[in-house]
């Protein structure tokens, strides 16, 4: 089925920014958002943002998402050694009636 | 403690079903829906399905229709997911994660092999 376009990888710098995409269509991100999850190798997945963009509670200031269109994103300043691991987006496709996921985005803090 | 807590890990033969289990604790298990997402070694998430433990509501992503099936046992909190039909291609961790994603479990690891 149909997923969330993400870009495979980012490298950016320690303490810069990082701004990570998720492209879907009017049937998911268009009009359900999307959500971030971050997941550390050998680790499950952690919500960093709901769908309506907050955060969770304990989750850093650093992050901010946010949605224009059918493009949700994700913005890291700041950029620490921790951040370096796999962003997923994911929300309800109406269309497909199912969970969808993007292919996730490998972040590399060099 | 909030968290979801599943069962170990399996080695099954193609052709077998596995059954997984979920239990949760720290919250109304019941007031929640589960989903069951699945990860092969090396690539994406995956989503498989999910259950409303109250209504009983099911949705199912289309790869897996027919042989999937979830059950949810409230008295108990726990949450299973049968998988039939294995194929090798079955071989991943597989999670439950609570209705928006704001809980995990640790994974299952499911290995098909003959």
């Known amino acids: 089925q149909a997923g969330l376009t993400q870009p495979p990888s980012v490298s950016k710098g320690l303490r810069q920014t990082a701004t990570l995409t998720c492209t879907g269509n009017?049937?998911?991100?268009?009009?359900?958002?999307a959500a971030w999850l971050q997941q550390h190798q050998g680790h499950p997945p952690k919500l960093l943002s709901y769908?309506?963009?907050n955060r969770p509670s304990g989750i850093s200031e650093r992050l901010s998402a946010s949605r224009s269109g059918n493009t949700a994103s994700l913005t890291i300043t700041g950029l620490q050694p921790e951040d370096e691991a796999d962003y997923y987006c994911?929300?309800?496709?109406?269309?497909?009636?199912?969970?969808?996921f993007g292919g996730g985005t490998k972040l590399t803090v060099l | 403690q909030v968290q979801l807590v599943q069962s170990g890990a399996e080695v099954k033969k193609p052709g077998a079903s596995v059954k997984v289990s979920c239990k949760a604790s720290?919250?109304?298990?019941?007031?929640?829906?589960i989903n069951w997402v699945r990860q092969a070694t090396g690539q994406g998430l995956e989503w498989v399905a999910y259950?409303?433990?109250?209504?009983?509501?099911?949705g199912y992503a289309q790869k897996f229709q027919g042989r999937v099936t979830m059950t949810t046992n409230t008295s108990i909190s726990t949450a299973y997911m049968e998988l039939s039909s294995l194929r090798s291609e079955d071989t991943a961790v597989y999670y439950c994660?609570?209705?928006?994603?704001?809980?995990w479990g640790r994974g299952t690891l499911v290995t098909v092999s003959s």
């Open positions: 009017s049937n998911n991100v268009g009009n359900h958002g």
């Open positions: 720290g919250y109304t298990f019941s007031s929640y829906d």
């Open positions: 994911s929300t309800w496709d109406s269309s497909l009636r199912a969970v969808v």
């Open positions: 994660a609570k209705e928006n994603f704001d809980l």
């Open positions: 259950m409303n433990p109250n209504s009983g509501n099911t």
């Open positions: 769908r309506n963009n």
